[in-house]
């Protein structure tokens, strides 16, 4: 009861089922530990996305103790995740009475009855009240869950990635579709009325079809259950349902039939099952430990049932290696029979682990240092592996295990580690940058490498001091070429007059502040997190295609009017945990050529972005409002500069005037949170009330216009 009492409050389920999250939580919390003769372990789902983790949604034990009048943690509620982005569109059907539910998750507003096109606003979407259909099949869905409800009576999932689908508590559901999916289990509890379920083209098999039909709901008229569809264009990823299956639902009230593809026009035909096939598994004598499954005859194991292994080590030793036919099954002992099967464990002298060396790929040395005796290195000691490329050789990658170390090359011990060393043939550097000046001679670079152990190759000088990642190259040449994987660069106050940063795919922070560069294009930097470029004369920037950018420093350079626009446009979207930064001007140098109005900084905080006034350094700066509009200019306005929001600032509420009539309206808090929304009339006009918000400033979205309302 003590580890119940630490997990029973995470998600609230009705008797003999838990969900997938709470499962894989008792395992961690349990492992190798038996509870009431069983090991708790995490549903199917979990067989993917934990490397071979498997197990049994039944809790035997613990399952009697678990009280059936436990609530819900959400009543009438849909959730649905997707393998889209926010901006994606997603198409759903739903029927219901219009203003009994809402569809959150969505940009757009009721109604929301019907066949519609939605854009995500993220990956998720919750449908919450109550609605009486729902199709939203062929959405690239990867979860669902229905949680509680008296109207919906059907649901429609099917031709999707769904990996977990959970109904719960829908006392009016009839007709559940969930076919053509990637289900490893199909959990549905309290669902009296269902009366047909297709889930063929899953891969729904052993126990957890078995628990599939043992919870379906007695009926007194018969029920349908197309189980497989022996047809399969993909017989390798079908349900299998053995016989036994099938005669538990015939005393439930259900026919179990094979879709057949399409036979009898969709309806499928009655079908019989499969007779079940059984495995041996065999456990391997051992020393200072022993070895043990809880299945009762394990000469007989039914084929896709979870095994679970326990391993019990004498004193002074711990459990070294387990396998199931060869298969680590160490960290996550648990598998799925397919064949017989030979389990093997081996114990060694606790907090003493052995280091040893793969055979080398390609040429070259190896050494580890760190310990005497690599065959009983102590716990925590700290190894480093050194690495000498043989001739036209370089370092491609160092392992220990299955971590990558090769930026680092050193690891802690905490278990047998494999150390592996990778050396391939040089090849010529896809990826390089190139920089130029007015004149030759040493040059002071900052270069960070993908893969630090190698050199940089350099074409138009030679390299002349290396410390870590600081190098001084003597150029010969104006323009000289550095090749490598460079992740970042560093350029500051070298008189650069120009930089081609293009073939840097891998650069991730850049810095090319005080030179005198007027163009610089970053259209092939994916990666590019951080920009420094301050004190140029660039008069454009574009970044478009750097969607993981979050600090730009471009103060004291020459961008302004429709230059500016187009860069902030081109700023990517960020929320407030992202802490995205601009800094735009330096208030505090005179010659400052960069200008960035209030409309222009509204729609870069729009976007999730802070802008700065530097102020002479980064330490000194200040959150900046933006210069005033001297009417040289208009900033993307929807009705050619007619938009008027007044009076602002205001103390109770802001009247719009001169929009597209029914545009969409917003008013963002000062935290960046949506606390109205609505629309414009058939006048393009609207009133938006503030009185009974906070003193600050907010933005105000009118369509794709956005103004700065301050709230006094």
Not at 215 to 220: E, G, I, K, T
Request: glycine share 8%; proline share 5%; aromatic share 6%.
């Amino acid at each position: 009861m003590e580890l119940y009492n630490q997990f029973k409050n995470l998600r609230p389920q009705p008797k003999g089922v838990l969900g997938r999250s709470t499962l894989y939580l008792m395992l961690l919390l349990c492992l190798g530990q038996p509870l009431g003769g069983a090991l708790l372990i995490p549903t199917r789902a979990h067989a993917e996305d934990y490397a071979g983790l498997a197990g049994n949604e039944e809790i035997r034990s613990i399952s009697d103790e678990y009280p059936d009048d436990l609530p819900m943690t959400e009543d009438k509620t849909i959730k649905m995740t997707f393998h889209r982005a926010a901006g994606e569109q997603i198409v759903l059907d739903i029927s219901g009475t219009e203003g009994e539910f809402v569809v959150e998750g969505v940009l757009e507003d009721a109604p929301y009855t019907g066949r519609r096109t939605y854009t995500l606003t993220e990956d998720k979407v919750v449908i919450r009240g109550d609605i009486t259909a729902l199709d939203c099949k062929g959405n690239n869905l990867s979860t669902l869950e229905a949680i509680g409800g008296d109207q919906l009576i059907r649901i429609d999932c099917s031709g999707n990635q769904l990996k977990s689908l959970v109904i719960v508590n829908q006392s009016a559901l009839t007709h559940l579709f969930c076919q053509r999916n990637y289900l490893l289990e199909l959990e549905i509890v309290n669902s009296p009325n269902l009366q047909r379920i297709d889930c063929y083209e899953n891969w729904i098999r052993g126990d957890f079809m078995t628990n599939l039909i043992r919870h379906l709901p007695a009926r007194s008229t018969p029920g349908v259950l197309l189980a497989v569809n022996s047809l399969s264009p993909l017989p390798d990823k079908e349900n299998t349902c053995f016989k036994n299956d099938v005669v538990l639902a015939r005393s439930l009230g259900w026919i179990v039939k094979d879709y057949l593809a399409g036979e009898n026009n969709g309806d499928g035909v009655p079908y019989a099952g499969n007779d079940p096939i059984y495995f041996p598994v065999t456990i391997a004598p051992t020393e200072h430990g022993r070895v043990w499954i809880d299945n009762p005859d394990p000469s007989r194991i039914q084929k896709d049932d979870a095994v679970v292994v326990h391993t019990e080590a004498e004193q002074g030793y711990e459990l070294s290696e387990l396998t199931a036919n060869g298969k680590d099954i160490k960290r996550y002992p648990v598998f799925y029979i397919s064949e017989p099967t030979r389990v093997e464990a081996t114990f060694k002298l606790a907090g003493i682990y052995s280091v040893s060396l793969l055979p080398i790929e390609g040429k070259g040395e190896v050494f580890i240092e760190g310990a005497e005796d690599l065959t009983r290195v102590p716990a925590q000691t700290q190894l480093k592996v050194k690495c000498k490329p043989a001739l036209g050789y370089r370092l491609s990658a160092v392992y220990a295990g299955n971590e990558n170390i090769t930026r680092i090359c050193s690891f802690a011990v905490n278990e047998d580690t494999e150390v592996r060393v990778v050396f391939q043939e040089a090849q010529p550097y896809e990826d390089y940058i190139e920089i130029g000046r007015a004149f030759t001679g040493p040059l002071n670079l900052t270069i960070g490498q993908n893969m630090a152990t190698v050199m940089p190759e350099v074409q138009g000088g030679k390299i002349r001091e290396v410390h870590y990642d600081q190098m001084i190259i003597d150029a010969e040449e104006n323009v000289i070429r550095i090749s490598a994987m460079i992740e970042k660069f560093a350029c500051p106050s070298v008189q650069a007059n120009s930089l081609n940063v293009t073939h840097a795919r891998l650069l991730i922070d850049l810095n090319c502040a005080q030179n005198d560069l007027d163009r610089l294009d970053l259209s092939g930097n994916q990666l590019l997190t951080k920009l420094s470029c301050e004190g140029n004369k660039l008069s454009q920037l574009d970044f478009t295609n750097c969607p993981k950018l979050r600090f730009v420093n471009v103060c004291r350079n020459q961008i302004a009017g429709n230059d500016m626009d187009r860069l902030i446009s081109s700023l990517p979207v960020r929320t407030a945990e992202d802490q995205a930064q601009l800094i735009v001007v330096d208030e505090s140098f005179p010659n400052e050529g960069n200008e960035c109005l209030s409309e222009q900084v509204a729609r870069a905080k729009a976007k999730g972005w802070q802008v700065y006034n530097y102020n002479g350094g980064e330490q000194d700066a200040q959150l900046y409002v933006g210069g005033e509009n001297k009417n040289t200019r208009s900033v993307n306005s929807l009705s050619e500069g007619r938009l008027r929001c007044y009076p602002n600032p205001t103390g109770s509420d802001v009247t719009i005037e001169g929009a597209a009539p029914n545009t969409l309206i917003q008013l963002i808090s000062p935290t960046g949170a949506a606390i109205y929304s609505g629309r414009t009339n058939l006048d393009g006009e609207a009133r938006v009330y503030l009185v009974d918000f906070p003193a600050g400033e907010y933005i105000l979205r009118i369509g794709k216009e956005v103004r700065v309302i301050i709230k006094r």
